[in-house]
């Protein structure tokens, strides 16, 4: 990714939106963190959006929100990055990993349903990559056990299903706007959504230690965690260009989809499920020696992620999880921004398929 380029098609737009910021003399809490939490909770389908400092934050305050803490435990995913289950572990409940699907590596319900306990406050899924989880199964054995379904959606703002955005699929959701995300800051910067607005409330005083709302009274866990003025002006200028930047990685997925070999692939989008296109992630048994030899040809990629959660040290012994095992040494990112024109993807499309059919696969 160029974060240079893609940020400084906006420039005089930022430059103004600073300005306002500055001269307004008001860098916390105030009209600009307020504007995007409106805006967002709209473009979610949610009724309540409370602006954190990133997307770690935002995973913690939805925890923290739902009373979850010390003796529960949360179903969450192997196949993410290390905040998703940490911030389980940050309230003092205990992560619980069920694998993921072959196909699309999203968090397995027949897994999840395995290990529910009587200390089971939680499902917390993952839209890996941008691919929305498999809400109707969860949704049916989170209301049949009397237990939440919480959306990490740090991927996939933009992702939907059947007509209903990303962050309003469950119980409530965490946002990142880290820099590389699709809607990212300039800087750190996430939000919780939820609809009930008991919750709502939870979470606005856990972003400021559990403040109570009356000046130096605090009434509930909570941790320094507010969203600033200058990042909320920042997501307010790219959530107006957010919607076209979307349509065009859409069509950078379909070319590579449609030129790529079939075996690298993960599945398709089932039907009335809208993908955000976070990542392009393929596949395959020589994961290493494939990066290696892309590097050498001039195709850079990534590795998201290369140590399965329940292999983290912290987390202590775990029980296996083979898919998800696969999944750590198998999956490769290829580019996808507003950088690669269509010949840098066509280069990528040749270097990738050429590579693979020489070393045994595609």
């Given amino acids: 990714m160029n974060l240079a380029e893609e940020v400084g098609e906006l420039a005089g737009e930022l430059r103004d939106a600073f300005t306002e910021v500055i001269e307004s003399g008001c860098f916390l809490n105030g009209p600009q963190v307020d504007h995007f939490e409106r805006e967002l909770a709209r473009r979610c389908g949610s009724r309540y959006a409370i602006g954190v400092g990133s997307g770690t934050q935002a995973l913690q305050i939805l925890l923290l929100a ?3 803490g010390r003796g529960d435990e949360v179903i969450t995913t192997p196949a993410s990055f290390f905040a998703t289950a940490k911030a389980i572990a940050m309230v003092g409940a205990r992560p619980i990993f069920a694998d993921v699907r072959p196909g ?4 397995d319900p027949d897994a999840v349903r395995r290990l529910i306990t009587p200390r089971t406050r939680a499902i917390l ?7 929305p989880v498999d809400v109707a199964a969860l949704g049916e054995i989170a209301a049949e056990h009397g237990i939440l379904l919480l959306e990490d959606a740090a991927h996939a703002l933009g992702g ?20 590389t995300k699709n809607l990212g800051a300039l800087g750190d910067a996430g939000a919780v959504v939820v609809d009930d607005p008991r919750v709502a409330a939870r979470a606005a005083s856990a972003r400021f230690l559990g403040t109570s709302g009356r000046r130096d009274e605090f009434d509930q866990e909570g941790i320094s965690g507010r969203m600033d003025e200058l990042q909320a002006a920042v997501l307010l200028v790219r959530l107006r260009h ?25 599945q398709p989008a089932p039907l009335g499920v809208i993908d955000a296109h976070h990542l392009f992630v393929i596949r395959h048994p020589e994961r290493n020696r494939l990066a290696r030899e892309l590097a050498n040809a001039g195709v ?10 329940h292999r983290q040290p912290v987390f202590g012994p775990q029980r296996p999880q083979p898919v998800a095992d696969r999944w750590a040494d198998e999956v490769l990112s ?25 070393l045994g696969r595609g």
């Fill in 242 to 266: 957010f919607d076209q930047r979307q349509a065009e990685r859409a069509a950078r997925v379909d070319r590579y989809r449609a030129s790529l070999p079939g075996s690298l692939l993960l």
């Fill in 125 to 131: 899924a993952v839209h890996l990559y941008g691919r």
């Fill in 66 to 68: 739902h009373g979850i």
């Fill in 334 to 358: 290829l580019p996808l921004s507003r950088a690669v024109t269509d010949d840098c993807q066509d280069q990528v499309i040749q270097a990738v398929t050429g590579l693979t059919h020489r």
């Fill in 104 to 107: 699309d590596y999203c968090i």
């Fill in 300 to 309: 850079a990629t990534q590795v998201h992620y290369r140590v399965a959660l």
């Fill in 160 to 179: 939907s299903v059947d007509g209903h955005p990303v962050g309003s699929l469950g119980h409530g959701a965490a946002l990142s706007f880290y820099p």
